[in-house]
């Protein structure tokens, strides 16, 4: 797990890249950077707390002009409210990755594809293997639970490359 967030990290830091100091905004408060992350990037963390079923934090890492997003939620209704937000930010998406196999990283994929129908959905062959192997029965179980906030269509993510 610790080479695809090292990839991930790599892949953030090519993608958003700029001048300037990094941010961190964890729950809306900035911290400053240090050492050798001295780019422009900013991460804002949503995380539905109570009002979710499995309050699973997504990431957004964004640059001057882009952003990528590190997981999806649980339910469409906390997608829409993710995508809202970033939709707000005023960056465009690039690329979502989703770090686990289980529902609550990727049922939201859905909503957030039609949000943003230009981003790319990657994820190790790993966590690929795991939805796959998972998904229908924990659609199953879910959709009738999440009722209207049940995907209406799973998505799985492409494999993320490494890069030399």
């Given at each position: 797990m610790k080479t695809a967030f090292r990839i991930l990290a790599a892949y953030a830091m090519t993608l958003l890249a700029g001048g300037g100091p990094l941010a961190?905004?964890?729950?809306?408060?900035p911290a400053p950077a240090t050492g050798a992350a001295q780019q422009a990037l900013a991460v804002e963390v949503f995380n539905p707390g109570e009002a979710a079923i499995f309050a699973v934090s997504s990431v957004?890492?964004?640059?001057?002009?882009?952003a990528i997003l590190i997981?999806?939620?649980?339910?469409a209704d906390q997608a829409r409210?993710?995508?809202?937000?970033?939709?707000?930010?005023?960056?465009r998406l690039t690329t979502i990755y989703v770090s686990h196999g289980d529902p609550d990283y990727y049922f939201g994929l859905d909503t957030l594809r039609q949000a943003f129908p230009a981003a790319r959905i990657l994820?190790?062959?790993?966590?690929?293997?795991?939805?796959?192997?998972?998904?229908?029965?924990?659609?199953?179980?879910?959709?009738?639970?999440?009722?209207?906030?049940?995907?209406?269509?799973?998505?799985?993510?492409?494999?993320?490359q490494a890069t030399p």
């Open positions: 961190a905004h964890a729950a809306g408060q957004l890492v964004q640059g001057k002009h882009d997981d999806a939620q649980f339910s409210k993710l995508a809202g937000r970033i939709k707000a930010s005023g960056k994820a190790t062959p790993q966590t690929i293997a795991h939805i796959q192997a998972t998904k229908d029965e924990k659609l199953k179980v879910w959709g009738l639970k999440l009722g209207e906030n049940a995907p209406r269509q799973l998505i799985v993510p492409d494999a993320l």
